[in-house]
């Protein structure tokens, strides 16, 4: 079996700081030097560095197909890792490039795409970087229209339907993962939202769309959902809706682990 971490398993003893159990409960966000809380929708930096130690080795390249404020290629620069990132918004981008240097590491490679990761010329990118593939993907699309990005048809948050949204990122897994090396992982995290009175699960949507593509499903990852800025002010509010509407608050999202085992895409 091929390695594909730096994972001693002589010493497995000292890594108790790596996740092996599918419930991460994560008490505060790492802020941290260019890690910024402050942008609408990002994760937590632990998502990225737990899944990079597991699947990624020093040196190697990983993609995030929805780079928003950068905590991946943050993330990955930190942990000696290359990255490349890809954003829909040039200003989002101007300011997560800003950020990502302020830790620039030398010897390390992080890249910003501006463009639309449906459609974006990705073997044309690496060419350039004169590397043949990357050794993990990662995923962090926006949860349909919960959020609205932009105001760009291209932006997966605003698409009309459901059956649009998931056609998008269809398209976006399709793309990005036609230069993932074979048997190599990705992950998308994700989660569910309330739509006309009852839940949409859309994080299994999402999780059918690799199936349907014939990635291995290796893990699904409950991650706790700490209160946000907006639901901390109304917390009540919120328990009154849960009581009256019949639903519970959501509180937690996933985090879907998959092994690519199909050689490189067509595109």
């Not at 990635?215 to 849960?242: M, P």
């Not at 682990?257 to 895409?265: G, Y």
Request: glycine share 8%.
């Amino acid at each position: 079996m091929p390695k594909y971490n730096d994972i001693d398993l002589k010493r497995w003893r000292e890594y108790s700081a790596l996740e092996t159990g599918s419930l991460w409960l994560i008490e505060r966000r790492d802020n941290s030097g260019a890690h910024d809380g402050g942008y609408h929708g990002n994760f937590v930096p632990q998502i990225p560095h737990q899944l990079f130690e597991r699947y990624t080795k020093r040196g190697e390249w990983v993609l995030d197909a929805f780079m928003g404020s950068g905590t991946s290629l943050i993330e990955a620069q930190r942990m000696g890792r290359n990255s490349i990132g890809i954003e829909l918004k040039q200003s989002v981008a101007d300011d997560a490039r800003a950020r990502i240097d302020s830790e620039h590491i030398e010897g390390l490679r992080a890249e910003v795409l501006i463009g639309d990761s449906r459609s974006i010329d990705l073997p044309s990118q690496l060419a350039r970087l004169e590397i043949d593939g990357v050794q993990f993907v990662i995923f962090h699309p926006p949860y349909w229209d919960i959020i609205n990005f932009s105001d760009s048809d291209d932006d997966l948050s605003n698409a009309a339907t459901l059956d649009e949204f998931l056609t998008s990122f269809g398209r976006v897994i399709d793309n990005t993962t036609s230069v993932l090396e074979r048997d190599r992982f990705c992950a998308v995290v994700i989660g569910d939202k309330y739509s006309g009175g009852r839940v949409e699960p859309l994080g299994f949507h999402c999780m059918n769309l690799f199936l349907e593509r014939d990635f291995l499903l290796k893990g699904i990852i409950v991650k706790n959902i700490g209160e946000t800025k907006g639901k901390a002010r109304d917390q009540n509010l919120w328990r009154y809706r849960a009581l009256k509407g019949g639903f519970y608050v959501f509180k937690h999202e996933y985090i879907f682990v998959f092994q690519n085992k199909k050689s490189a895409r067509s595109g």
